[in-house]
């Protein structure tokens, strides 16, 4: 038989779990470490500060303290022991002791774990509404998280659970599956999944709520890369800016979807059926180029035909060129190459409709002057490269921030200029319903 005492002091400094034998105490666990609402900290009672000191006696430790009265006999055992063995264990005392505790102060551990959960509804709320899902539905677990988590830590820690709450999700969903067989009324198969739909519905939302929060993070630091570093007053670079919409000298066989934001620009882009970023042609899957095989596109785009083509070996639906430039570059020279994104990305197209593509079967698909090209340069209208535009008779955007032109002679295309300040304003427009919706307050310009 095991007896627990627990009193208050003002002479100790932190909350502790003694283990006594023979009225003294042999050794001590930290208890605020495994009660996590008592924490570091003394608690404060009528303008006084006290620690918990509790004491676990039992003959059983007085004849099992060693003879230099530092710890006690019983055999090492590991913290998730079998309870139901009849063995003495230390962890076997600890978790009893611990339990006994929490009862008696049970008032106290409740208090703080509703203070605690209310603080972090406010954080979740404010700024991760991804995780209110959590709250609802683990809201136990949640208030066994430690007290004044910062925001990264909270946010790891909800994650966690959410994750083990998928798992369990899923898990209930392999069940439900295996007893369908014995189901014999629709009724019955109704209220079987009744509990996991529920769920699945929760978790989805919790999902969508996260790749919104991820979408107005991705506008936000969209908006911090093309303004000017206040240490260094300059501005970030092409490969730094590119990476936002695309990790940079990578395919899209290797960038799975959720690490891909093409929807800056356009959410079409997202469905493609090859991306090669900053890739040169030479080194680009299934594509053989002739000359110019140096040339690097920022971002090149394949299409399929459409699935229900008699053909297989159709032509491209279409092809996606995007170039990015460097934020406030103003040292454009038309007639160059090197110095004008227009005659750059023509010269892209000039090589693709030279070359060869394979697909994934070894078959030849050819790439004519009659395949669809769109085109997407993103940069600052500064005014060396207005004045490109201009001569070149590219047509404005009825917002200003862009130009548009057409081809239809040496191939068949669509060039659009967008100014970063068009991407960003574009982004959020197209995306404003789902913040609002979510409650998340966007940035203002």
Known sequence: MFTVYLSKTNSA???????????????????????????????????????????????????????????????????????????????????????????????????????????????????????????????????????????QDLDYELYKIESDWKAEIKKLGTEIIEKKKDVTTMDEYRELYKEYLTSMNEVGQSELARYIIHRKSII???????????????????????????????????????????????ERLSYHSYLASDKMFSSMEGIEISENEDNRPDLLILNNAFAFSEDKDAPYQSISIVEFKKPER??????????????????????????????????????????????????DLTPSFRKILERRDFMKTPDGLGYYNFRDKRY???????SYEKVKADARKRNQILFDKLGVPDKEE
Not at 356 to 377: A, D, H, L, Q, W
Not at 412 to 418: D, E, L, P, S, T
């Open 412 to 418: 068949n295309g669509f060039i659009a200029v967008y």
């Open 13 to 151: 400094n932190s909350h502790r779990l003694h283990y006594c034998a023979h009225n003294r105490s042999v050794k001590y666990d930290w208890l605020g470490g495994l009660i996590i609402e008592l924490g570091k900290s003394a608690i404060r009672e009528d303008d006084k500060s006290y620690y918990y000191a509790a004491f676990v006696v039992s003959e059983t430790l007085d004849q099992s303290v060693s003879n230099e009265r530092t710890g006690f006999t019983f055999p090492e055992a590991d913290e998730d022991g079998d309870d139901e063995a009849e063995e003495i264990t230390l962890p076997k005392i600890r978790k009893k002791a611990v339990a006994t505790i929490e009862s008696l102060i049970s008032e106290y551990i409740e208090q703080a774990r509703n203070q605690k959960i209310e603080s972090y509804r406010q954080v979740v709320n404010a700024e991760m509404p991804q995780y209110r899902a959590v709250l609802a539905h683990k809201a136990d677990k949640v208030k066994r998280l430690a007290a004044n988590l910062s925001k």
């Open 330 to 379: 103003d040292n454009y020279q038309d007639n160059d190459d090197k110095k004008n994104p227009l005659d750059q990305v023509e010269q892209y197209v000039e090589d693709l409709i030279g070359g060869k593509i394979k697909n994934r079967k070894g078959r030849t698909i050819y790439i004519t002057k009659e395949t669809p090209f769109y085109i997407y340069i993103v940069c």
């Open 220 to 266: 936000d630091l969209l908006d911090i890369l093309t303004s000017k570093d206040g240490l260094e007053d300059k501005y970030a670079n092409e490969d730094l800016v590119h990476c936002i919409f695309f990790p940079i000298r990578t395919t899209s066989d290797v960038i799975p979807y959720n690490k891909q934001n093409l929807w800056l620009l356009d």
